[in-house]
């Protein structure tokens, strides 16, 4: 595992941490990443704020509720870099 992540990746791994458990060399690597990268660490100070002010955005039961292939879309939408479905 490349222990150097690019800035776009530390920006997902940031987001996704809030919601989910974060281990392992990814989660390492991140770390790494923020400790070396101000412009990082300003934006992962500035989502553990948003998160705090905002609570949970993810309402029970909402994801089952939606299609599998609205679910796909969606993950697609976040997975693709400018962030607009394929």
């Known amino acids: 595992m490349n222990l150097m992540l690019g800035c776009r990746d530390v920006a997902r791994n940031v987001s996704r941490a ?22 990082c660490r300003a934006y992962a100070r500035d989502i553990a704020a948003l998160h705090r002010r905002i ?11 939606l299609s599998t292939d609205v679910r796909q879309r969606v993950h697609d939408a976040i997975d693709n870099e400018d962030g607009t479905p394929s």
Do not use: I, N, V
């Not at 281990?23 to 923020?34: N, P, S, V």
């Not at 609570?55 to 509720?65: H, I, N």
């Open 55 to 65: 609570g949970s955005t993810k309402p029970d039961g909402l994801e089952q509720r």
């Open 18 to 39: 809030q919601d989910e458990d974060f281990r392992g060399w990814a989660r390492m690597a991140t770390r790494l990443h923020l400790f070396l990268c101000p412009p």
